[in-house]
């Protein structure tokens, strides 16, 4: 009897395993369809959206345009030789005008070639042409140098009384002309402010170098504008020119230059080897640099004039440098005194709207030079 009753029972509970089966799965669907629709809301529009991205995909596709456009400009390419059998002016004449926008105005700007058409070789030169003419308002010849009688003067620290006029403010302050000689180099230093609440530099500059058979000859001009970096001007002896810290400018130089410190003693020096140099409308052409760049200054005498000055009336040599017609550079007045070493007893610098600086010298001491 058990042989036969468990069989039965068996599959008797086999048909409930598989009736709760599938009871099991239909309320699993029931419930997974009906959390679809609520409880699972918020997730599904994620994976709506990653579908969106895989139908983004089709913009992949257009790189496939790309080879039949390509396809098709070889096209025109093998149409071109058939342009190439007219004359070769039509595909000149498409080159021109395309390029113009972009890439034709570089070679335009050179405008060798049309002016070289004439002489292949002279395009070579017209090549380095451009360059050159760069260069050559930078490297403007100085005037000769002349050989004057020279004695500088002897060393001493000169201490003045600055006053300053400036869009109708009159300034007053201190000034310092330090000038250190010897048989072969000098120095020379100028200082000078004012006081407005605090003290305003209107004048630093500094000139060392050598002294030889023209006179003065710089080797380094410094010069510090108020609350900004110093300037460096280099005068290369065994290179022969000029060269500026604050510009790419490059002068030659041939001997007798000089810059904006050393330019006075170089007068006083000339003053003191031969007064006679000095006369009323004599004239003295100086190469002179400055921060970033070099002219000729014009110096003329204008005359003997008697000067009022803290150590009584002196009588003086006046000098003055008149800036070149429409430059914006200022006047220079230079008097000079014989009775005092020819050391300047007063200098006066005008703008050309009128404002100016002036030094009157209040006392000399001598001191030994370095």
């Known amino acids: 009897m058990m042989k036969t009753f ?13 009736a709760l089966l599938v009871a099991s799965i239909l309320l699993h ?18 994976q709506k959206d990653t579908v969106m991205t895989t139908e983004l995909l089709p913009p992949p596709a257009p790189p496939a345009p790309p080879p039949q456009v ?17 004359p ?36 070579a030169s017209a090549g380095t042409g451009p360059s050159e003419t760069a260069s050559m308002p930078q ?47 000098y120095t020379a230093t100028i200082e000078a402010g004012v006081t407005v609440l605090f003290r305003i530099t209107v004048l630093n500059l500094q000139s060392e170098g050598r002294i030889n058979h023209l006179g003065l000859a710089p080797v380094l001009y410094s010069e510090k504008p108020w609350r900004k970096a110093v300037t460096n001007t280099h005068f290369q002896h065994e290179n022969h020119k000029i060269s500026f810290s604050a510009s790419e400018a490059v002068y030659p130089y041939h001997g007798g230059e000089q810059d904006r410190a050393s330019v006075i003693w170089q007068l ?5 080897g031969d007064v006679s140099q000095f006369y009323p409308g004599a004239t003295f052409d100086l190469f002179v640099a400055g921060p970033r760049d070099a002219e000729t200054w014009h110096f003329a005498v204008v005359g003997a004039e008697d000067l009022e000055s803290a150590n009584g009336k002196l009588g003086t040599w006046h000098v003055r440098r008149l800036p070149k017609p429409g430059s914006y550079d200022r006047a220079i007045d230079i008097w000079f ?20 600086y002036d030094l009157s010298l209040a006392k000399a001491e001598p001191v030994a030079a370095h």
């Not at 009688?149 to 000034?175: C, H, I, M």
């Not at 020819?342 to 100016?356: A, F, Q, S």
């Open 6 to 18: 468990f069989p039965a029972q068996q599959r008797a509970a086999s048909k409930r395993w598989i």
């Open 29 to 46: 669907v029931v419930a997974f369809n009906w959390a679809e629709g609520r409880l699972g809301m918020p997730a599904w529009p994620r």
């Open 70 to 86: 390509a396809a098709s400009k070889p096209k025109p390419k093998k149409a071109k030789p058939r342009r190439t059998t007219p």
């Open 88 to 123: 070769p002016a039509p595909p000149v004449v498409n080159a021109a005008p395309s390029p113009s926008a972009l890439t034709q105005p570089a070679p335009e700007v050179v405008e060798a070639p049309p002016q070289t058409s004439d002489a292949p070789a002279e395009a």
């Open 139 to 185: 490297q403007v010849s100085p005037v000769p140098p002349v050989s004057y009688q020279f004695n500088p003067p002897p060393s001493a620290e000169l201490t003045y009384d600055v006053k300053v006029l400036r869009e109708g403010q009159t300034w007053y302050g201190s000034g310092m002309y330090r000038w250190e000689a010897t048989p072969d180099s």
């Open 268 to 272: 006083a020096g000339i003053g003191r």
């Open 337 to 356: 005194a014989p009775q005092q070493e020819w050391y300047p007893v007063k200098v006066r610098e005008t703008y050309r709207n009128g404002d100016y």
